[in-house]
């Protein structure tokens, strides 16, 4: 069974940074892109960022483009999203996906002073 964990939320105040990882295990398939989506409250859940892991080809929300980098250790079969600059506008609850496959438990970001 493949299973998502995420870490690396909490509470960070404006201007600074997180680095969000999610590890996964029981991989028996190749997902074609990884994703993270974040879900703030009473809003809907946005992608913000892609890897593609045929060409490692990179999209990012407009909202984090310039702040937010995606990144993948295939050895360790992780996926990173390095946040810097961060905004109250980035409170939300932050999940990782695998196209084809399952989500995260979701992880609490928390950006405020």
């Known amino acids: 069974q493949v299973q998502l964990v995420e870490s690396g939320g909490g509470l960070v105040q404006p201007g600074g940074s997180l680095t969000l990882s999610c590890a996964a295990s029981g991989l028996t398939y190749k997902s074609y892109a990884n994703y993270w989506f974040r879900q703030a409250p009473g809003k809907e859940r946005e992608m913000v960022a892609r890897?593609?892991?045929?060409?490692?080809?990179?999209t990012y929300a407009d909202s984090v483009k310039g702040r937010f980098t995606v990144s993948r250790d295939n050895a360790k079969n992780t996926v990173y999203l390095q946040m810097n600059s961060l905004n109250s506008d980035d409170t939300a609850v932050y999940y990782c996906?695998?196209?084809?496959?399952?989500w995260g438990q979701g992880i609490q970001v928390t950006v405020s002073s």
């Open positions: 890897i593609s892991t045929v060409d490692n080809t990179l």
């Open positions: 996906h695998f196209q084809g496959g399952p």
